[in-house]
């Protein structure tokens, strides 16, 4: 087992329209705008960041929106729901904002002892907001949420998959272990880490495969302090029998990839440097920032890329 794993970094989702899933995050739900660059691969496309006011490792939704790309189907193999902490509380008053916002699939309950409102993204996204204590972590109360009302970050992710057995294991691996279980659903937590602490496997083996596209989340993240404590990682993984990629330098955290027995694209990303290695914190995700090697191209870029509000 190892023990370097602090809970979540990011959850990475693909989206079709840049404005309008800035326009979700930014407006409906208050998040800060905290980096906005392009996809490394294909850098005609956003890459777009959403956090707290610094982007702590945690509080981190980014979105690749690739335009006209159709919905991916909900099924097996993949993050089903990913889900953000609010205040104790805070569930009326995001249930009138959102249903006011027409935000669709709104529906209360309770997992875990934990009260929740799950709903729908622009895409089709499933998300639910949890009630949770802050844990010291401090909301970004943008677009008139008020702070007692502000999302602190994500509570977990749930996975679907059709046999939990070998993710449970690889979890179990990575530091997590078995808290609870409720119907279907089964809580793994990890001590020690930051408050995005909880992954919830529901185990459903009679239902199809999951198909990526817009909705979809593409990858998750987990967050180790520093380059060392990543190869250590890295290495255990490999000696386990993970196929890991290399480390590769995202500007933000290096990052390496590796896919899970269960389907799920797993990540471990670093919290150094930050979102501020290239710009000032009061202005965080206002220009559009470039890979140094598209800063050549940028002209071109900047007449690809749609227009998103500031
Ligand atoms: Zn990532």
Redesign the pocket.
Known sequence: MINQIKGLH?V?SMAADAGQNNAFFTGTLGLRRVKKTVNFDAPEVYHLYYGDETGTPGSVM?YFPFGRMPRGRRGTGEVGVTEFAVPEGALPWWKERLAAQGVSGLAEGRSFGEARLDFAGPDGDSFALVESAARGRTPWTGAGVPEDAGVLGFRGARMRLRDAGATAELLGFMGYSRDDSDGAVTRYRIEGGNAADTIDIEELPGAGAAAQGAGSVH?I?FAVENRAAQLEVRKALMDTGYQVTPVID?DYFW?IYFRTPGGVLF?I?TNEPGFDRDEDTAHLGEALKLPTRYEPLRGKIEALLPEIAA
């Open positions: 990011h990475t980014t990858h993240a995202r990052a990540e990303a």
